[in-house]
């Protein structure tokens, strides 16, 4: 089956210009979580949600960024006022399971952002 | 410091030789240990998942925990140029286990 999808894929923006970035979620799941990745490191968790449910957003950097999954399915990330340090991978990741203990997550391929 | 590190590499290795990865950690709490391969423009992929301390072997792949040391490992036996990759480990069992803790990953080229 088709495994979690985002879109675009690659995104330049004018610093300062607002962006939102899209996943898709495998069908059926239950979790979704975003993360960012900079160049050279780790994933690091953005945010989680439980269906619509934003259960805990303690990694989102700043107010400028936020995130809805309204109908608990397909969510967007959205990034105002954009800064050159937001330049990065966005993933998403995706399971079947409530989050409440670790399940295997299943990331999509990412949104590679850069602001200039 | 980082709660997750990780010896960013590069590393290359001959193919059919052993690729040996490892990660320290910090917080005691952690219970679940992972490694995640990710090839180049790609997302993280689980290779393997520890629940506390001990040994997991699957295939050419061995996974090893020493919560004492603080300490895990990946081994990668008869490695191939399709192994080459971003080795990342990631580790979770705070009070919210969902909540992943990545290393900054080791970058692997197995040379044919």
């Known amino acids: 089956g088709a495994g979690v999808s985002q879109s675009p894929r690659y995104k330049v923006a004018k610093r300062g210009q607002d962006v939102a970035l899209r996943c898709d979620p495998i069908?059926?799941?239950?979790?979704l979580f975003w993360y960012q990745q900079a160049l050279g490191q780790g994933p690091e968790f953005l945010t989680y949600?439980?269906?619509?449910?934003?259960?805990?957003k303690s990694g989102l950097p700043s107010d400028r960024f936020f995130a809805e999954r309204p109908e608990g399915s397909v969510s967007t990330l959205k990034i105002q006022r954009t800064q050159q340090e937001d330049s990065a991978v966005y993933l998403c990741?995706?399971?079947?399971?409530?989050?409440?203990?670790?399940?295997?997550?299943?990331f999509g391929p990412g949104t590679r952002l850069t602001v200039l | 410091q980082k709660e997750v590190e990780q010896d960013p590499g590069p590393l290359s290795v001959p193919e059919g030789a052993i690729v040996s990865l490892n990660c320290t950690y910090s917080?005691?709490?952690?219970?679940?240990f992972m490694w995640y391969r990710q090839y180049s423009r790609k997302g993280p992929e689980l290779l393997m998942y520890?629940?506390?301390?001990g040994n997991k072997e699957d295939g050419r792949f061995t996974a090893q925990v020493d919560k004492s040391s603080k300490y895990i490992s990946l081994f990668i036996r008869d490695s191939q140029p399709s192994d080459s990759a971003t080795y990342l480990c990631a580790m979770s069992g705070r009070s919210n286990d969902y909540k992943l803790s990545f290393g900054a990953g080791t970058t692997v080229t197995v040379r044919a």
């Open positions: 917080n005691s709490a952690f219970q679940y």
């Open positions: 520890t629940y506390s301390s």
């Open positions: 949600f439980q269906n619509e449910a934003q259960l805990d």
């Open positions: 990741a995706s399971s079947p399971y409530t989050g409440l203990t670790y399940n295997e997550q299943f």
């Open positions: 069908s059926g799941h239950v979790s």
